[in-house]
């Protein structure tokens, strides 16, 4: 193998751009690894720990690009970096007819003057000095960038809600705002109901499930992961749900967390009873009893949370239901017929940590202790989150995955690899994964992961077993993929297809454990 790298200054790029651009590196021939990052110290850093730099390259900064690639000889990786004009310059040429590219928000600001949003995308330790900039302009901030402090995430949001505006991160992948999408979002129908979401692919996943129920939504708004934490307090949560109960398009209110402070908890399902508005509430892994407000109603999974939420908006006692699947135990049999004694353990590679978060919550209840590098709980932390032991779940979102590397969302050579790696293993019986669709993701997600499915059920079919796929694709058919259509790509290939998360977690339980059924 041979590393390369290069780095082209002042030449600023954002950070869904470089991960678009890592992608497009990594398909090239003979690379296995690619990485394009903003030049920082930190970045730098993460480059040579991850193998893709080897001495400290020549002094640059921040609005330096560096690009690295690995690859199986020298001659192809020099190839690859020549490419690099190349593959940046089609993106740009893709927005020929739009507006000149601006680059300050003062310069943003004397094109747009209206606008009341600004998105900063920019390495964490300048993404304060661009947040507070909005907010002094009187801007809501959706806040990509991650690597921000605590300190600083609370400074920002603090000084942001005093204005009376929205702080929406740091590290917030997906927002959809009266219809528009930011970052990570799917297309999504407008309709009665208001997201607020601490987590990413769950806040996907509630909008994509309430859209395919025949509902929609007024605004979704991310918080980032931090924001119920008890050193944030809720601050942008707190604020949004006074926005979203103000709002007179939004009449139902739905919440989500990962497992949030239980002081803090107890302050936003005050601030929802102060609205006056019907809720739902989901706070993964959290075992809070509902309150004694019947118009507050605690659920466990992102499921029973969009279908709640889809209940309240239709009126009392009008459910509407996603379409059931009663063939999957029927195929589902043909894998424990054939199944052989050894093969008794499930592996879960997902792209959305909040998707795995369910999928172990949902698990546990038939499989019992389920590990992780992102546990529900600390008992069942991976002491290494490449190497999977019992029954596993891997957020391969995590940063540890993503050092020098794009979002699996973008780029599936790390999961296909993973596949490959535990299809090998003649313990493992059932493959549970998550495809998530929207903006910015893979434009064919299905697609990237079809040579691995193919591969890993050769290599087990070889070895005389048999091992089961079982997969959720998280969107809509407005989405730019197709829900259809990528649904469509797997079961062509054999695997189980589910249309939540939460049935498809079921399904691949009840699988693992030869059959036995759980509660519904």
């Known amino acids: 193998m041979a590393i390369a790298s290069v780095i082209k200054k002042n030449h600023y790029q954002d950070s869904l751009k470089l991960m678009q651009l890592s992608r497009k590196l990594g398909l090239l021939p003979g690379v296995s690894k690619a990485s394009a990052i903003m030049a920082t110290e930190a970045n730098l850093k993460m480059l040579r720990e991850a193998g893709l730099i080897g001495e400290m390259p020549e002094p640059a900064g921040a609005g330096d690009l560096i ?73 809501h901030t959706f806040l990509f960038s991650d690597n921000v402090t605590m300190e600083e995430e ?51 996943e509630v909008t994509s499930l309430v859209n395919n129920l025949g509902s929609g939504i007024t605004h979704a708004i991310g918080v980032g992961g931090r924001d119920l934490s008890e050193e944030v307090g809720g601050i942008t949560t707190l604020d949004a749900l006074k926005i979203l109960g103000g709002d007179e398009g939004t009449r139902v209110l739905l919440v989500v967390s990962k497992p949030p402070s239980r002081k803090v908890a107890e302050k936003v399902l005050h601030e929802i009873r102060e609205t006056g508005k019907p809720a739902v509430v989901c ?14 109603k605690l659920v466990s999974t992102l499921e029973e949370a969009a279908y709640a939420a889809c209940a309240l908006a239709a009126g009392k006692g009008r459910k509407r239901a996603l379409p059931a699947d009663d063939g999957w135990k029927k195929e589902a049999g043909k894998y424990l017929r054939a199944r052989k004694r050894g093969q008794r353990y499930l592996r879960g590679l997902f792209s959305g940590g909040t998707l795995c978060y369910e999928a172990q919550q949902v698990l546990a209840e038939t499989l019992g202790d389920i590990y992780s590098n992102a546990p529900l709980d600390r008992k069942n932390r991976l002491k290494d989150s490449n190497v999977s032991v019992g029954n596993t779940c891997v957020d391969l979102g995590e940063e540890e995955f993503t050092v020098g590397r794009p979002h699996p969302m973008i780029d599936s050579t790390l999961r296909n690899e993973r596949l490959l790696s535990e299809a090998g293993r003649p313990d493992v019986a059932v493959i549970l994964f998550d495809v998530v669709l929207g903006y910015v993701a893979s434009p064919d997600p299905a ?26 694709v998280c969107g809509t058919d407005g989405d730019p993929q197709g829900l259809n259509e990528q649904e469509e790509k797997l079961r062509k290939e054999g695997v189980m297809v589910f249309p939540t998360n939460a049935l498809a977690a079921k399904a691949a339980g009840w699988i693992t454990a030869g059959g036995k059924d759980i509660g519904n």
Not at 85 to 108: C, F, N, R, T, Y
């Open 447 to 472: 697609g990237d992961l079809l040579p691995a499915i193919k591969a890993a059920g050769a290599l087990a079919k070889k070895k005389g077993r048999p091992l089961a796929f079982v997969s959720h």
């Open 283 to 296: 706070f993964l892994g959290h075992g809070m009893r509902a309150p004694a407000d019947e118009k507050i």
């Open 67 to 139: 690009v690295a690639v690995e690859a199986e000889s020298r001659a192809e990786a020099e190839e690859a970096l020549g490419m690099l004009d190349s593959l940046i310059a089609p993106s740009a040429q893709k927005q020929g007819g739009a507006a000149e590219p601006v680059k300050s928000l003062d310069a943003a600001l004397s094109v747009f003057p209206g606008a009341n949003i600004a998105l900063v995308s920019v390495p964490g330790e300048y993404a304060k000095l661009e947040c507070a900039k909005a907010i002094e302009n009187g801007l």
């Open 154 to 204: 609370i400074e920002l949001k603090k000084r942001a809600s005093r204005r009376g505006l929205l702080v929406m991160g740091p590290g917030c992948g997906t927002a959809i705002i009266n219809g528009t999408g930011l970052g990570f979002a799917n297309v999504v129908n407008k309709g009665p109901i208001g997201v607020i979401a601490a987590a990413g692919t769950g806040m996907q």
